[in-house]
């Protein structure tokens, strides 16, 4: 090829490529020493991992540990959960929340037994084919057992990149996005998204946190460019800080009360009337409607159990 056709290289990209090294290697360095060990990082079977992501939606490391490991001994393998009852599912996800959840994994577990002869997709599209599972579960899932080469794009990932690469002030918009999600691209280490991710997650929630970062002791203060603000005390953390919603006393505290003395009823169920102590300032009827509307909750005339 002669001089004049060579293709132009992009100085912004070169200089992206190199941060972006810099941003693995570093990150993969401190993961190899302090990344934790979880119960479903010892395993590549995408049924386990299916079942721990689905329980780490909106819900807390240390509270899906052994409900993880409760979960998978009595159900091993998605043929083992899909004939199981509804019923039992939810008593069985009692303490974790969101119970839609739970009722989402019991379709999916149905569908990969009568239509993938009972093993767990590991490929993006068929597993986000399935019910219930989405773009960040299924990349997940193809990412943790398989090692696929897909970027995970979740807030932990997001925001360290958005710090790292940005300076952490950056309007969410498609092409603030793009951009993003090109250095994520850049960055991941082809063949070892498994432990990429593990590292970022980790990374995520011990050293770049979401309001007070820990910047003086973190491997990559020298080259992150929100680094000198954060150490400043000008954090642009705080504007994206969302305040949490007010668990107690709320709707969904009282849909999980529902669930758990239904499950505490056993198979002869309660009468809504029953109900109304334990809900107090909530109003009965229209939560057992929309637990009823959900296939979480089987109703005759008066009385109600799990289905
Ligand atoms: S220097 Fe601070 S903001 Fe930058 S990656 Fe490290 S912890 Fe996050």
């Not at 049924?47 to 091993?76: D, G, H, N």
């Not at 579960?137 to 897909?150: I, K, M, P, Q």
Request: net charge positive.
């Amino acid at each position: 090829m002669s001089k004049g056709h060579m293709p132009k290289i992009d100085s912004m990209t070169v200089k992206q490529a190199s941060s972006a090294r810099l941003f693995r290697r570093t990150i993969l360095r401190w993961y190899g020493t302090y990344g934790r060990d979880l119960p479903w990082r010892r395993t590549r079977d995408a049924w386990k991992i299916l079942v721990s992501e689905i329980m780490l939606q909106q819900t807390q490391v240390a509270r899906v540990i052994p409900k993880y490991e409760a979960f998978l001994s009595k159900w091993p393998t998605p043929k083992a959960f899909a004939s199981a009852s509804l019923g039992e599912a939810l008593s069985a996800w009692n303490g974790l929340g969101y119970n839609r959840r739970c009722k989402h994994l019991h379709v999916a577990a149905k569908e990969i037994v009568s239509e993938l002869g009972g093993i767990t997709p590991v490929n993006v599209e068929i597993l986000q084919a399935l019910p219930g599972i989405g773009p960040y579960t299924a990349r997940a899932v193809a990412s943790f057992s398989a090692n696929a080469d897909v970027v995970l794009w979740d807030t932990n990932v997001r925001r360290i990149a958005l710090r790292y690469f940005f300076g952490g002030e950056f309007v969410r918009s498609a092409p603030n996005d793009e951009k993003l999600h090109g250095v994520l691209d850049l960055s991941l280490p082809k063949g070892r998204s498994r432990d990429w991710h593990n590292a970022l997650m980790d990374f995520g929630s011990a050293v770049c946190i979401g309001r007070s970062p820990l910047c003086a002791s973190c491997p990559l203060l020298r080259t992150c460019i929100a680094a000198p603000k954060f150490l400043r005390g000008l954090s642009p953390a705080r504007k994206l800080v969302r305040p949490q919603a007010r668990f107690e006393g709320s709707r969904r505290q009282a849909r999980g009360a529902v669930l758990r003395a239904l499950a505490a009823a056993g198979t002869k169920g309660l009468r809504v009337t029953a109900l109304r102590t334990l809900l107090r300032s909530h109003d009965a009827e229209s939560i057992v409607n929309a637990l009823v509307r959900e296939g979480l909750v089987a109703r005759r005339g008066n009385v109600i159990s799990l289905p």
